[in-house]
Nanobody, 123 residues
């Protein structure tokens, strides 16, 4: 069974840090581009970061570049999102996703999705 499972969300104060993990099972992880997205009530799904399977290239949403870091461990079939200097506007449900494409350009090109983990940034 193909599955993506996120963990690591929670409540954190502004300026704090969280590390999200996403464990993949049932797929050849090293052949998938992995991405992180978030859902915020009243807003469209937001792309955050991606790690390309082909060349390891990473890319970030402008608003998180320099604060968030995506990394992957192809042995553990896990992708991570280290989030530093968190802001209240980072609050949302964070999901990982997998795409069989190199350098996908939209969320529709990700075919596998996790259930998501809630991140709340509040004092």
């Amino acid at each position: 069974q193909v599955q993506l499972k996120e963990s690591g969300g929670g409540l954190v104060q502004p300026g704090g840090s969280l590390r999200l993990s996403c464990v993949a099972s049932g797929l050849r992880f090293n052949l998938y581009t992995m991405g992180w997205f978030r859902r915020v009530p009243g807003k469209d799904l937001e792309f955050l970061a991606t790690s390309d399977y082909r060349d390891g290239r990473v890319n970030y949403r402008d608003s998180v570049r320099g604060r968030f870091t995506i990394s992957r461990d192809n042995v553990k079939n896990t992708v991570y999102l280290q989030m530093n200097s968190l802001k209240p506007e980072d609050t949302g449900v964070y999901s990982c996703a997998a795409s069989a494409r190199s350098r996908p350009t939209s969320s529709s090109e990700y075919s596998l999705w996790g259930q998501g983990t809630q991140v709340t940034v509040s004092s």
